[in-house]
Every structure is written in structure tokens, then in C-alpha cells.
């Protein structure tokens, strides 16, 4: 029989509809029932493509006599960690300040109040490796809820007020100089890993919002150091098995510091982050792999992510299932061993194609199958023959049972997304990228806005979810509406970004200091207010805010919204030169900042050569406004005339304007020359 979670729109929360746990979703009456019942709250928190996920819901949560002392002695409750980041954020930051460490599944004992006491992430099913098993573990806290209630009740309330006590100012009143980006430049160069690019060691994750401060950092000052970093990390990337070569699109992270093995859960929004740091990489040095990359990856998105309504899904699952075995494991889809490129290729095409992609009889991943890279070796290869072999690995590819769809748009992942794919498009050529990220704004403005702009975070099969957006909604597709405005020379996206925004300074901005926080002022309120100005997997919500206000303004000369993304950069003038690897985001905004950035307004052809040109300069996150003489869709058009009765383009900045420019080429080297101060 199907348990409260049948109801839901998650699918995360849906896949465990069926267990004979009696689950909860997040919400007051599961607490109340608590209550009534003089149980603490078993609070569970994963999403639907995350591996040791599965693992433990089919060990436990599936398991009858596991569910039953569930049952009998708690309030079991199940979050989507996508669909709620912030009660994840909270709860997660209590686990790891009580165990050095964090990850999902996410396990957590909360008082009725929802004060946690007791943390954990993964647990087996029998003790091993020095972990109990979950059994004891609910028959631990069963135990001490009974015997030591108010000793437990006391740990509950002393972590959430050391909890409540971290709020974060800003760190500094004043915006981030040249100084504190020359210090974060060095910071992550110490960290650089010369040898296979990227930063740290394993596991390796992409880091694509740093890539893009390198990128804006090169440009704004001429360092070569700064665009080799990227340069390099990218192609390591490119040719590693982290990249699908023969679908496009990347996986979450590598295991190992090579690129080589990655975790292979394909992320909308690692793929929207990505995609446009790749054709921003083009953009900077006109690299032929960059564009390669940029357009199979934002091709991967269309084809593989779109949904019905035209958005964008989250998640396909690591795991699918192995026609061998009949098991679900990690990477069937993905891996190759000789025997199958051969059943495949025949003998010869094999052989080719085995030293073409790094397929080994030892294999690179477990039980002799190899990740697909491109290895550098000193062989040239035929290119029809490689066309041919990458279609007839695709086409098998395809007959095998293929992973998981996690369907549930976020509206903040879909803004990542129209923005990479917009620009992606412009760059190119290619209408039907940019229509694909027109599909989804419309779908964005339609289903998940309210008449008041404000904006839901989910929905699925065209029905909404229960949950407000959070500050990375609001920043995140206010960032995609401003590059459909720039794409597209549509007013409209600009007046969308305009409402969301007007929410964040209304409802997110801290009145006295300026910082933000993740949720609105009128949100749930739980054991506190969470509030980070960190990047994760995707930009924080703070510095993703600071870039849209800061955009805004130079679309529309707003004062208010500058103020307070020069207020919000405070914390990256604290936090970049100590930490750069974990505030690229704002790095990259600050870059924009130094710069102006840059206002540029193109009377003439939408879509023509002087707005193509203006899209891809590379000044740090200049505006772009395009649209006939006389035009009022956006506010930079206004009073600016033809010249010559030529397309031609305004470029100004911190309130200055250069003289009028209706030459291409004389357009590109403005915005593409290094310009200090």
C-alpha cells in the first residue's frame, strides 16, 4: 500500500512511495504527529540519481523488519535534497559540524521541534567497516530517546543555538579590488594541478565557476597564467572519461585526480555551467575543441533533458542496468570492453577504436571495462573511420537499457541552462538552441511565477510543487531571462528579470548590512536561516544575486540594484584571497565590477554581425542591448541613432562613452583588448 509519499511531485520522494516504511514528506503535521506520539523524527535526505542513495533504500527502507522499528519509533521523514535545499543546507551543516564530513543519503534524529541530536549519512545494513549497522542505530536513539530524554533534549537545543549563532556578515564594506583578485589568482595557482588540470586532488570536480573567473580575469588584464589555467583544464576535461565522447555532456565528477573514472550521474546543471564556460573558452581563444564541446553539450541537454513542457530535467541516474547480469550497477550504460567494441565494430574497426578511446584489456574501470577518453598518443587517426566508429557505438549505445530520468524541473538549474544555451547559440549560429532556451523561459514565466512574480522551485509533468523558490531561483533565472534579453533583443526578459530581482532586494537582502540569505524573509522558517556565500555544484545564490543586480543596473541604470551588488561583493573582497576555489562565482562578478561592466548598444539587425560581434567580445560580463533605430524595447536603445545609416554600436562604461563604432572588426578589439582599472 502506498505511504503519504505517493502525492508528491519528486521523483525521489515518489521512488519510495512503495516502501513499507510510513513516510512522511517535510511539513508541520509530520512534526505534529510527533508530537502527539512522544517520538523523535527520523529525517532522511537524498535525491533520485545519487548512487548510495539506492543503495540504502534497497538495503533498509525496502526491508520489512527494518521498516517496522521504524514504525513503531519514529516519524520517518524523506526530503529531496533538490526540491529542498534548504532544509538540506541546515541539516547538513549540523552533520558536519557533529562529524567532520557530510553526503547523501543524509540521516539526521530531530527533536519534535526539529532540533537535531544524533547525525548521519550512509548506514549498512549489518556493522562493517567500523560503522554500525542502521539497525543499531535506531535501536541506539530508540533507547536513549526513552531512557535519557532530556540529556538528548538538551544536545538538540544547545546545537541549534550554536547553529542560530553562525550568521554571516559580510566580512567588508567595500567592493573587492585589484589586489584581492590578484591574490585569489595566486591563491588558486598554488592549488592548480599542472599536471592534469583542474584544482585538489580526488575526487575532482569540474570547476566551471572558476573557469569562468579565469576566463574574465585574462581578459580584463592581459594574464596569460590565468587563461592557461583554463585552457588546460578544459582540454583535461574534454579528453577525459568525466566527458560522455560519444553523447556529449558531463558526468558529476571524476573519482580520481585524472579525469579519468568519473561518478557517472549526468547533472543538468554541471552540463548549463559547463556549456557556457566552453563557449565562453571559444569566445576567448577561437578554439575548435571548445566549440566542439560547447555545442555537444548543449545538444545533449536538448536532446536528452528536454521535457514535454520544454524545460529542462535534472538528473540522469549513474546507474542503469546491466543486460549481462540483469543488476542495476553504476556506469553500465557508459563503459566498453574489447570484446564488446569488437561484437560491435568487427576485428579491425576495434582495434582502431580501442586505441582511439583508451579501451584496454585491463579496463580503467571495474571488471575490465574502460571509461571512453581520447588519450594522447602519437597515432593519426582516419577521420571518416573515427565518424563512423563514434555512430556505431552511439547506435548501440542506445540499445542498451538506458539510466534514469530525474524529470522535476528547478527553475534555478532551467536559468542556468537558458543562459548557456542562448549564448551557445549566438555564438553559433544555431536558432534552435536559442529557441530551446526561449521554450524554457516561457515555460519558467507560465507554470512556476506567480501573478506577484514570485517563483515556485519545482514542478513536474506541468504541475508545480509545493515548495517557494530559494535566493538561487530568483538569481539564477533572472541571470538566464538577462541573456535571453541580450540574445534575443526582447524587453520582455529584461521586465522578468527586473520583477525577480525586486524580490530579492525585497525579501532576501538583509536591510542593515547588505548580505543575503538563501531563503526569503516570509519563507518556512526553521532552526535557522540559512545563508552561504560559497559555490557548491552550482554558484551560491548571494554572488549569483550580485551578478544579476549588477547586470540589471547596466541594462536599466539602476542605482538601488548596483548598490546592492556592490554591498553583496563585500564578501568575496573577505573570502577570495583566502578561499578562491570555493567563491569563483563571485570572483567572476567582481571581475565584471572592475571592469564596469561594459554597456553595449546595437541599433541595427538583431542577430546581425555588429550584435554577433558585441556577444562574443570577451570585456567581464558586458550587456548587451540589440534593436532597430528608434527602438524601445530596451532601455540602452534609447536616443541612439544610425551612423551613416550604418549598423552601429555604443559602448560605455562607469557612466563614459566611447565614440560610436560601426565597423565589425574595429567592435571585436575594443571588447576583446585587456582594460585595466
Not at 514 to 531: C, F, H, K, S
Not at 581 to 595: P, T
Request: with cysteine.
Amino acid at each position: 500500500m502506498p505511504n503519504r509519499l505517493a502525492q508528491e511531485t519528486s521523483p525521489y520522494l515518489l521512488q519510495h512511495a512503495e516502501n513499507p516504511v510510513d513516510w512522511w514528506p517535510w511539513s508541520a503535521e509530520a512534526f505534529e504527529e510527533a508530537r502527539r506520539r512522544g517520538v523523535p523524527v527520523l529525517l532522511s535526505v537524498g535525491y533520485s540519481s545519487c548512487h548510495w542513495c539506492h543503495v540504502m533504500a534497497h538495503e533498509s527502507f525496502e526491508d520489512d523488519a527494518t521498516a517496522a522499528v521504524m514504525n513503531d519509533n519514529f516519524v520517518s521523514v524523506k526530503v529531496d535534497r533538490e526540491e529542498r535545499p534548504d532544509v538540506d543546507a541546515v541539516y547538513m551543516e549540523a552533520v558536519q559540524a557533529a562529524t567532520g564530513h557530510g553526503g547523501w543519503p543524509m540521516t539526521v534524529f530531530l527533536t519534535p521541534d526539529a532540533e537535531p541530536f544524533y547525525f548521519g549519512t550512509y548506514f549498512p545494513p549489518e556493522p562493517r567497516h567500523g560503522m554500525p549497522s542502521f539497525t543499531q542505530v535506531l535501536q541506539g536513539v530508540r533507547d536513549a530517546w526513552a531512557d535519557r530524554r532530556g540529556e538528548v533534549t538538551e544536545v538538540a537545543g544547545k546545537i541549534t543555538r550554536d547553529l542560530a549563532g553562525r550568521q554571516l556578515g559580510l566580512g567588508d564594506t567595500d567592493v573587492p579590488g585589484e589586489g584581492e583578485l590578484a591574490q585569489a589568482l595566486l591563491g588558486l595557482t598554488r592549488e592548480y594541478d599542472a599536471t592534469y588540470g583542474g584544482f585538489g586532488g580526488a575526487p575532482k570536480f569540474p570547476p566551471s565557476m572558476v573557469i569562468e573567473f579565469l576566463l574574465r580575469h585574462h581578459a580584463r588584464t592581459g594574464a596569460e597564467g590565468a587563461l592557461q589555467m583554463a585552457v588546460d583544464t578544459c582540454e583535461h576535461m574534454a579528453r577525459g572519461g568525466i566527458y560522455d565522447q560519444l553523447g556529449g555532456g558531463f558526468a558529476r565528477y571524476s573519482v580520481d585526480r585524472e579525469f579519468v573514472v568519473p561518478h557517472f550521474e549526468k547533472m543538468l546543471y554541471d552540463n548549463a555551467l559547463l556549456c557556457r564556460a566552453y563557449a565562453h573558452l571559444w569566445r576567448s581563444t577561437g578554439s575548435e575543441l571548445a566549440k566542439r564541446v560547447a555545442l555537444e553539450t548543449a545538444d545533449f541537454m536538448v536532446r536528452e533533458l528536454r521535457t514535454n513542457e520544454g524545460g529542462f530535467a535534472s538528473a540522469l541516474d549513474a546507474d542503469s542496468e546491466d543486460p549481462a547480469t540483469g543488476k542495476h550497477v553504476e556506469g553500465a550504460f557508459y563503459v566498453w570492453t574489447p570484446a564488446q567494441l569488437r561484437e560491435v565494430l568487427g576485428a579491425e574497426d576495434a582495434d582502431v577504436a580501442a586505441r582511439y578511446f583508451g579501451v584496454t584489456e585491463e579496463g580503467t574501470f571495474e571488471e575490465g571495462a574502460s571509461v571512453l577518453q581520447l588519450p594522447r598518443v602519437d597515432e593519426v587517426f582516419d577521420a571518416a573511420q573515427i565518424a563512423s566508429v563514434r555512430q556505431r557505438l552511439r547506435d548501440a549505445r542506445a540499445e542498451r537499457p538506458a539510466p534514469g530520468r530525474d524529470d522535476k524541473v528547478v527553475a534555478a538549474w532551467n536559468g542556468l541552462a537558458i543562459a548557456a544555451l542562448a549564448e551557445t547559440g549566438a555564438y553559433f549560429g544555431r536558432q534552435d538552441l536559442v529557441d530551446a532556451a526561449v521554450g524554457a523561459g516561457d515555460l519558467l514565466v507560465r507554470l512556476h511565477m506567480d501573478p506577484l512574480a514570485r517563483i515556485s522551485r519545482t514542478s513536474k509533468d506541468g504541475r508545480v510543487g509545493n515548495n517557494s523558490g530559494v535566493l538561487e531561483d530568483y538569481a539564477d533565472v533572472a541571470e538566464g531571462f538577462l541573456a535571453l534579453a541580450s540574445v534575443t533583443g526582447e524587453g520582455v526578459w529584461l521586465e522578468f528579470a527586473g520583477f525577480l530581482l525586486d524580490h530579492v532586494l525585497d525579501r532576501f537582502v538583509d536591510p542593515e548590512t547588505g548580505a543575503l540569505y538563501d531563503t526569503a524573509v516570509d519563507a518556512e522558517r526553521l532552526i535557522r536561516r540559512p545563508q552561504d556565500p560559497t559555490d557548491n555544484a552550482t554558484p551560491s545564490g548571494w554572488t549569483a544575486a550580485a551578478g544579476a543586480l549588477l547586470s540589471y543596473a547596466a541594462h536599466t541604470g539602476s542605482e538601488p540594484h548596483r548598490a546592492a551588488a556592490e554591498k553583496a561583493l563585500g564578501v568575496v573582497k573577505a573570502l577570495g584571497p583566502r578561499a578562491p576555489r570555493f567563491i569563483g562565482n563571485g570572483l567572476a562578478v567582481a571581475e565584471a565590477l572592475l571592469d564596469g561592466p561594459r554597456e553595449i548598444a546595437v541599433v541595427g539587425e538583431v542577430g546581425g554581425r555588429m550584435h554577433h560581434a558585441a556577444l562574443t567580445g570577451t570585456a567581464p560580463g558586458a550587456v548587451v542591448a540589440a534593436g532597430p533605430e528608434g527602438g524601445d524595447e530596451l532601455p540602452l536603445l534609447a536616443g541612439r541613432p544610425l551612423v551613416e545609416d550604418r549598423e552601429t554600436a555604443y559602448v560605455c562604461r562607469h557612466f563614459v562613452c566611447d565614440a560610436p563604432v560601426n565597423d565589425v572588426e574595429r567592435l571585436s578589439r575594443v571588447l576583446g583588448e585587456p582594460r585595466q582599472g
